[in-house]
């Protein structure tokens, strides 16, 4: 009786295991064929880590520099422009893989993803867009596989969308050796007159690759307007204002676009558009500009636009005098501006401004910059308009700008304990915080002042703290230069992590108030 019980269940197995195998649509077999591809691209397995999580060092593998140290730009160049045309090449070849997602083990293929960049040790592909917190905000979302044993840090120098770059960013995630992350780039001060963020069809950047354990280890990670339907790459945008050009040659073209007031009292924006033609990233700063014949040389600009693109970027006018120029009715521009080679600093030269009657495009410079719209004492302490009073969530939003500045204040103080060769990071964190409390300057301004029972204002405060971080903004610190401010930064970096963990005890205790 046993024997033929065991023979019966025996017989069962097998036919049912011959059915299921000739069954044409059988979701195991579909998958196993799929994963056998593109296993590689599993994101249910994805390990994020952020900047507060515990560094792992395991594994021997080494980024090797292998696209030009960053702080180095004259012996770098030209291995980053060989890793980028790599890259490029690789990347139009194949540039489309499917995004798997899962459910009970099943793979259910979906929507194709774009490879914008790739080598021996990261692989990034954009996963979406969408609207941030505030009105001129857009967070774009990228994949990055990193293939390394190493963990990466990855920042952003610059991105572009459909042509357009934009400079003004905060981006600084960590990603897990050998698995797959999700990067959320905030993209600030974003122009949706020249960008539909729910029609992107094309999207080049800069970002920065970083050895988290050994940060002499730094490369560009660069690619060009890659469209995303895998048909190769885009070029120069079109629409955009050609009005007023300060400067022309066959590298870039300058528009001036208008000016409004800065963050203090003293300080004056201007905002120009670069058209970049040439096929690297170019760098602009300034040495000094002249309005109505008056000129200022305490300029503050350093902001890098992609090549075959159009961006903005944005001059600040320090100690600015209102009694020489009304910044309403500038008739006439000129000045000299630094045109810098990113790749190469050896490959840069001066462009000379010329301009008369630029003033009809003044009142609307900006319209969506935080910059031009500073409410007056009387709006930013009213409270009478619904809209300047501070809800639960937002209150939690500019807590989580002090908590993000706090951090990398943080990470400033630790650089600067590694040696001098660590300073030029610590200037890099230092920026980061800075774009961080412009953020909040920029959320205060657009609800209401708050003053404490001690009489501390929470907008003066960060101002403060903005222009004392900010000291450097108009400074390139290189490995060449870095013991010239590396004083200085060390002050910064302790004294101003001090005033932003007192700024962060404030936002804290607002939350209380709830």
């Known amino acids: 009786m046993k024997k033929i019980l065991a023979i019966l269940i025996v017989l069962s197995v097998a036919l049912s295991l011959v059915g299921c195998s000739s069954s044409p649509n059988d979701y195991d077999s579909h998958y196993e064929e799929e994963n056998m591809v593109v296993e590689e691209y599993i994101y249910e397995d994805v390990i994020v880590e952020d900047s507060d999580s515990p560094r792992n060092n395991s594994g021997n593998n080494n980024i090797n520099n292998s696209g030009g140290n960053k702080n180095n730009y004259n012996n770098g160049g030209s291995n980053t422009n060989n890793n980028t045309n790599n890259a490029q090449n690789n990347s139009n070849s194949n540039n ?36 941030g917190y505030s009105a001129d905000e857009v967070e774009l979302y990228f994949y990055v596989k990193n293939k390394s044993s190493r963990q990466l840090l990855i920042q952003a120098d610059a991105v572009s969308l459909n042509g357009y770059t934009f400079n003004n960013l905060s981006m600084s995630d960590e990603v897990s050796p050998n698995s797959i992350g999700t990067i959320d780039l905030t993209v600030n001060e974003f122009d949706h007159s020249l960008v539909n963020i729910n029609s992107i069809n094309s999207i080049g950047g800069q970002f920065r690759i970083i050895d988290d ?5 730094i490369y560009d990670a660069v690619f060009k307007n890659i469209k995303l339907d895998g048909s190769g790459t885009s ?30 009292s003293d300080e004056v924006k201007l905002y120009f558009y670069v058209e970049n033609k040439t096929s690297y ?42 009694n020489l120029v009304n910044i309403s009715s500038i008739n006439s521009i000129g000045g000299q501006f630094r045109v810098i080679d990113d790749a190469n600093w050896d490959n840069s030269y001066d462009a000379n401004l010329s301009s008369s009657n630029p003033s009809s495009s003044s009142s ?75 953020r909040a300057i920029s959320m205060i301004e657009s609800k209401s002042d708050i003053t404490f029972s001690n009489g501390t204002s929470l907008l003066s405060e960060c101002k403060d703290l903005h222009t004392a971080l ?45």
């Open 96 to 131: 489309t893989v499917h995004e798997h997602v899962y459910s009970n083990g099943k793979c259910f293929c979906g929507l194709k993803e774009t490879i914008l960049y790739s080598d021996s040790y990261v692989q990034i592909t954009f996963k979406s867009a969408k609207k």
């Open 213 to 217: 354990n050994n940060w002499d280890n």
């Open 235 to 264: 070029g120069l945008p079109t629409n955009f204002s050609k009005n007023h050009m300060v400067f022309t040659d066959n590298s870039c073209s300058i528009y001036y676009v208008g000016a409004g007031k800065g963050y203090s």
């Open 281 to 322: 990233t170019l760098l602009f700063q300034a040495d000094v500009i002249t309005l109505n014949g008056y000129s200022f040389s305490n300029l503050t600009m350093s902001d890098p636009i992609l090549s075959n693109t159009v961006g903005k970027i944005d001059l600040t006018v320090n100690e600015f005098d209102y």
């Open 364 to 438: 609307n410079s900006n319209s969506n910059s935080s910059s031009t719209t500073s409410s007056s004492p009387s709006q930013s302490d009213s409270n009478d308009n619904d809209n300047s009073k501070w809800s639960y969530a937002e209150v939690q939003k500019l807590d989580g700008y002090m908590e993000d500045a706090c951090k990398y204040l943080e990470k400033a103080k630790e650089n600067c304990g590694k040696g001098s060769a660590f300073y030029v990071v610590a200037n890099r964190y230092i920026q980061s915080a800075d774009d961080e409390i412009k």
């Open 470 to 514: 900010s000291a450097l903004d108009g400074v390139s610190i290189t490995t060449n230069n870095v013991d010239e401010y590396s004083d200085q930064i060390k002050t910064i970096s302790y004294n101003q992590a001090t005033d932003a963990a007192s700024i962060k005890i404030l936002t804290g205790k607002l939350l209380l108030e709830f």
